[in-house]
């Protein structure tokens, strides 16, 4: 069985020693390698851009990456057998996303002060920065499949149907996902809706 990618389009090459560079491939049919390299060339940035919107490191987001293949290469014909594979490379992501974290809270943490450092050399008042440390801390309300979505809509501004494919899940579902985060967050932030009523 091969992976045929939605977005594939078809011109993916790769050098014919590539088992030497990559022993995982050894023994891969030539199907089976065109069809994994098909999925990294579709995935791979759009899983860095989200791992960094994650991390908030450019290392950490490309280790994360990186480690995510490195597991998808290594499971690869097994996956191929799967019936939701794009979901399961996303959980793949997600579990190397959460590696990197908890292996960055064993060092320093870098300290976002950016919205600190706006206020100061005046390029935004104390409501402004409030405003957007209040919607940090909101984010935290949403469950994870609802910050996932929304990040690649409107962090990664992602169309609908490329967010679905990335998560490995329906389009309405990615729509059903915004829907609730939004809710919780007007109800977070104590923010009327747009019939003028508070969600409780």
Not at 17 to 31: K, M, V
Not at 54 to 71: G, I, M, P, Y
Not at 104 to 130: I, N, Q, Y
Not at 154 to 164: K, P, R, S
């Amino acid at each position: 069985m091969t992976y045929e990618d939605p977005l594939d389009t078809g011109g993916t090459e790769r050098p014919s020693d590539a088992a030497a560079q990559h022993p995982a491939l050894a023994g891969w049919s030539t199907a089976d390698e065109r069809s994994f390299w098909a999925f990294h060339d579709n995935r791979y940035k759009p899983f860095l851009h989200f791992a960094y919107k994650q991390l908030e490191s450019d290392a950490d987001a490309e280790d994360a990456a990186d480690k995510t293949f490195d597991e998808i290469m290594n499971n690869w014909q097994r996956m191929l057998g799967m019936e939701n594979l794009p979901g399961y490379a996303w959980s793949i992501l997600k579990s190397r996303i959460c590696d990197q974290r908890r292996k960055r809270d064993k060092r320093a943490l870098p300290t976002d002060l950016s919205a600190f450092a706006a206020m100061v050399d005046g390029r935004d008042d104390f409501e402004a920065v409030h405003g957007r440390l209040q919607f940090a801390d909101a984010i935290g309300h949403l469950s994870e499949r609802q910050r996932d979505a929304v990040i690649l809509r409107y962090g990664l501004e992602l169309e609908t149907a490329d967010a679905a494919h990335l998560m490995g899940v329906a389009e309405a579902t990615v729509r059903s996902f915004v829907r609730q985060a939004r809710a919780r967050l007007l109800q977070v932030l104590d923010i009327p809706s747009d019939d003028g009523k508070v969600k409780s």
